[in-house]
């Protein structure tokens, strides 16, 4: 059975930093693009970043360029999100996802259907 467990969500102050943990497993981790997602209630589901091993470096939303960092740890089989300068527009329940392949291609990770979901972790910056 593939599971995605997200952890490392909770409350911050605006401008501080959390990292979110993403932990992949019944899956073959190198073949699959790990997302990060995020959504509000009321709102479309916002693609936030992406990483895999078919592309030369990680995507991101416009929103948080600059100010998220995305990386993975192929021996243990997790993908983090360092969150940095956390404004309150970064409240939302982010969510990971895994999708066979690239982040990149045709229709990238954003526009694709995720094979694969974490039930989420909240995250609410205060103002």
């Known amino acids: 059975e593939v599971q995605l467990v997200e952890s490392g969500g909770g409350l911050v102050q605006a401008g501080g930093s959390l990292r979110l943990s993403c932990a992949p497993s019944?899956?073959?981790?190198?073949?699959?693009?790990i997302g990060w997602f995020r959504q509000v209630p009321g709102k479309e589901r916002e693609g936030v970043s992406c990483i895999s091993s078919f592309d030369n470096s990680p995507f991101y939303a416009d929103s948080v360029k600059g100010r998220f960092t995305i990386s993975s740890d192929n021996n243990k089989e997790l993908v983090y999100l360092q969150m940095n300068s956390l404004r309150p527009e970064d409240t939302a329940a982010y969510y990971c996802?895994?999708?066979?392949?690239?982040?990149?291609?045709?229709?990238?990770?954003?526009?694709?259907?995720?094979?694969?979901w974490g039930k989420g972790t909240l995250v609410t910056v205060s103002s």
């Open positions: 019944g899956l073959t981790f190198a073949d699959y693009a």
């Open positions: 996802g895994a999708l066979i392949g690239a982040c990149s291609g045709t229709y990238d990770y954003t526009k694709r259907i995720v094979d694969y």
